[in-house]
């Protein structure tokens, strides 16, 4: 196992508590304005929450394997890590508190948060422990430039390709002729098929910010924001031509979110590396147990939705009862009960750091 940094693991901690925030609003029908998605293209602070995660595992890819080989031993923990992650992530999905406990199969949806992350886990540690930081580049590019190239030039049959939410958008076309009804939409699943491919150079861009990290080069933090505002600059200029869009992962979206990302991390690692400031511990208390808390939040989250209380359900209740004020803006109660919701998961982390308790998935 590599070193461990103060700031990763604040980076992942903050990263998936935000995840949280975003996930378990009062209400959806009226969500604080800075927590919703963009419509379609466009970013905001919201859309850059999974990719931030998915950068951080590309980062700890690099910090856990530096140095090893691509052997039999390693794969098959490689695998098994992944289809603990896609398992989860179907778990959530198929779960149900009515007998028989799980939906039928024709009804669960197949990607997942969880799926996104096993599958490009697995794929982008197979490459990082298989080639180099030249082909790293040159898979990066590949990725990007075709991932462009399929969706914005290669005809659908009769049709032209579009990146709007049509029929005759590929990444769309994809996933309603494969996976059905087994999408998040009806018409496209946001951790779709095609898109997981520019994820996986995501998670790949975040490998090449954990060989700095560790490296003995002096000017790391001068790297990381010159590395950040490099690619914020080349993925804006890339939306006038491929629109920034998370529901596609499009190739713009891929450089401006590392960008942030890496804008990111250079702070954190400044703060807590170089000045040694005692600031995040509790974010990296979240990070040291960071797939769990998403995972118990997200189960804990379904259960208040589905099991029936006082003539709604618990969460219907909670909400109701304690948060929900003629003198509060709907909004404002919604997000205050996605803020409690996060101490919770902020208290719960920080038991089982103080316990020495690490969930490893």
């Known amino acids: 196992m590599g070193t461990r940094y103060v700031s990763v693991d604040i980076f992942r901690g903050l990263t998936i508590i935000l995840m ?15 927590l919703l998605h963009a419509p379609w293209h466009g970013y905001t602070l919201t859309d850059l929450v999974f990719p931030f ?13 530096q ?4 052997k039999w031993h390693i794969f098959y923990k490689l695998s098994r890590r992944s289809l603990k992650l896609i398992g989860l992530g179907l778990f959530l999905g198929a779960f149900t508190i009515s007998y028989p406990f799980f939906k039928e199969l024709d009804v669960i949806r197949f990607p997942g948060v969880l799926q996104r992350i096993g599958i490009v886990f697995f794929f982008a540690s197979l490459f990082y422990l298989w080639g180099s930081k030249r082909s790293t580049f040159l898979l990066i590019g590949i990725l990007l430039v075709g991932y462009w190239l399929w969706m914005g030039f290669t005809p ?8 709007e939410r049509a029929i005759n958008n590929w990444a769309n076309y994809i996933d309603v002729k494969l996976l059905g009804s087994h999408m998040w939409q009806v018409d496209y699943d946001p951790e779709g098929i095609l898109s997981t491919l520019p994820a996986i150079a ?9 060989d700095l990290i560790r490296s003995n080069t002096y000017q790391k933090v001068s790297l990381m924001l010159a590395m950040g505002l490099l690619m914020l600059i080349l993925g804006h200029f890339w939306d006038l031509a491929f629109p920034i869009n998370k529901a596609l992962w499009s190739s713009s979206f891929v450089l401006v979110t590392a960008g942030w990302a890496n804008l990111t991390l ?3 690692f400044y703060l807590t590396e170089l000045k040694k400031m005692p600031i995040g511990g509790i974010f990296k208390k979240v990070g040291s147990n960071a797939i769990i ?3 118990l939040s997200s189960f804990i989250s379904k259960l208040f939705y589905l099991i029936p209380f006082n003539g709604s359900s618990i969460h219907g209740f909670l909400f109701s009862e304690f948060y929900v004020h003629n003198t509060i803006a709907l909004e404002s109660s919604s997000f205050l009960y996605a803020l ?10 920080s038991a089982l750091h103080k316990k020495k308790i690490f969930i490893k998935i």
């Open 20 to 34: 949280i925030l975003v996930n378990t609003p009062g209400t959806w029908s009226s969500v604080y304005a800075p």
């Open 266 to 268: 250079a702070v954190l």
């Open 156 to 163: 659908l049959g009769d049709a032209a390709p579009t990146f």
């Open 202 to 210: 995501t998670a790949l861009l975040g490998t090449l910010t954990g």
């Open 67 to 70: 140095d090893k080989k691509l």
């Open 293 to 295: 808390i998403y995972f």
């Open 340 to 349: 409690s919701v996060c101490v919770f998961y902020l208290f719960l982390a």
């Open 53 to 65: 995660f998915i950068f951080i595992v590309g980062v700890s890819i690099s910090l856990s394997y």
